[in-house]
């Protein structure tokens, strides 16, 4: 089994849906989870990832790996994804 990409978004940022879209465009795998249906924990850690201040959107996990949630900017995505190997 491999790790797959895990993209923790809110239904109305459009950040989170510009990354989805690339993704796919992109061809990579990923599973899409709403920070608004997570536990408690898994929210406390997105958290902690974008500063302990509020979660921040789209934030991405790959392999213990963490991307910070942040403005939509396909070239600063691609990489980040290609640093994780995502992409090439």
């Known amino acids: ?15 989170c849906h510009k990354t989805m879209d690339f993704l796919r465009e992109a061809g990579i795998d990923f599973e899409a989870l709403d920070i ?6 898994v929210v406390k850690k997105v958290v902690d990832v974008n500063g302990g201040e509020d979660w921040v ?10 991307r910070p949630g942040q403005v939509f900017d396909k070239r600063k995505l691609e ?7 995502l992409i090439s």
Do not use: F, I, N, S
Request: aromatic share 16%.
């Open 1 to 15: 089994m491999t790790d797959k990409l895990k993209v923790y978004y809110w239904d109305v940022c459009p950040h």
């Open 57 to 66: 959107v789209p934030t991405l996990e790959y392999c213990g790996r963490w």
């Open 36 to 41: 608004e249906r997570q536990p408690p924990e």
């Open 79 to 85: 990489k980040d994804l290609r640093e994780w190997g």
